[in-house]
């Protein structure tokens, strides 16, 4: 009977497939950015209401987070989500050429990983499960989460703090492939590993106490005077500190990294004045809390030395701080065995040709089969555990960085990854530019196979977890077992968010003005 099921599944999906690659094309066209995502959320929030969820808006005091629910009498409730976010810098047309995509600057948003394709495919499966659910009156009820601002590991954190992920009894969560051998396969034992982001702002109000020495003038910044130093060289020393401090706050016998970028700076003319106000954005991806304890404090000691030497004062707000993953081989073994049912992605010739015309328009000989072999084979779960482990020292547990984390110390949690759209080198050593994989995620013809071999994935996962009490069981039984007693066990992580949403900050974002409608902040298209 849950065979007949399943199939029912796949036939929704299958019937399902112009809703599903036109959903993608709206989202992958609004490409809006992190804690920014207004069209995005609300175009969930609206497809939701219409499949007869309900939907709390704004969740977590996030306003572009929903909690969306649908409840079919008593039986387990089964999570998943939702991301939207996209990345400055990486607008990119979905064409097979670099341009942007119309009407906007190559400086603004574009999905990437792709997050569009990564909410669609997971909603896919969600909707297909509904239906099925409703036909065959299994009991149960689903929830599916808005997760915005994926890329500063923002929401899932917060919405843990604040007990959305307290009732669930199983959470999925899906990815499209983003490095290899994670392609068409599960997490095993080595999971995403710990973020922390903070932004440092620096402020100078007391210019004036620079320098005293004004001669007979009674205006302490009149342009011949010595100018006192402020935000803006508060910001490029503590940049500086950090880069020339990196080697000496963790070992380099291992996988972790910390990236800053500089949010805002100068804040004044180019006149005697120094600027009042700076911020510099840190995000740190490393094995274990232990860990980032230790690069925040080195990172604190930077600013207050930043801020002495630039007559500044300085603080440090919390962006994100998110918990290691927690593996769960039931949840991956199932999920994985359902990909099998589903199939890896398949590239059709339409697809083909477009791979091959970006290929010759770079100059390159077309290949007869351009993309990837990994994106339509299939990799057992403990065997691309093998082959990520050769590249880590034996002792390190958790690698790279996810928040999907937070749903693992809730629920049983699986991190499913099906292959996304990737070219072939022609050459060892050869990259393609950036673009193209941005480009592939929005052409419907390549994205569109991972969209559908998710949703039949994810929706037959939640069936089974809801027609087969034993697999639901088991997966229990080991998250009780690796967290020590379940939640609040020994080894259980309570959640690390100690902060409120951090969306007031000045992050990127679409606005209109008398120049124009949805203009990107900075630049607009004509400014160079």
Known sequence: MVEKEKQSIADWVNQSKDDLSDWNQEIWNYAETAWREYKSSKWYVQRLRKEGFSVEEASGDMPTAFCATWKNGDGPTIGGYAEYDAVPDNCQAADTVEMPREGLSKYAGGHTDPHSALGIGSLGGFLAAKEVMEKNDIKGTLKFFGEPAEKLRGSKPIHASKGYYDNLDAAISFHPFYMLPLSNTTRWDTHCAVAYSAMYTFTCGESG????????????????????PGATDAVITMYTLSKMYKEHMLSYNMGWSVNETILNIGQATADNNPAKMGQIYYFIRVPDIDMAETVMKVLDQNAESAAKAANCNWKRDWITKSRPGLANHTMADLTYRNLEIAGAPRFGEKAIDIAQEIQKKLGLEPMSKPFLEEIETLIEPKEAEKEMRKTLPSWQE??????????????????LYIGRPALKSPKAGFQYPDWVMNALGGIRECIDPMIYSASKTIGMTIIDLLKEPGLLEAAKEEFNHRTGGGKSGENWLPPLCDYEPPINFRWPEYVTTERGKDQWVIPVQSDE
């Open 398 to 415: 958790h690698f790279t960085s996810d928040d999907y984390t937070e749903y693992c110390w809730h629920a049983p949690t699986v991190r």
């Open 209 to 228: 106490s620079w320098n005293t020495s004004s001669g007979n003038s009674p205006i302490p910044a009149s342009h011949a005077a010595a100018r006192s």
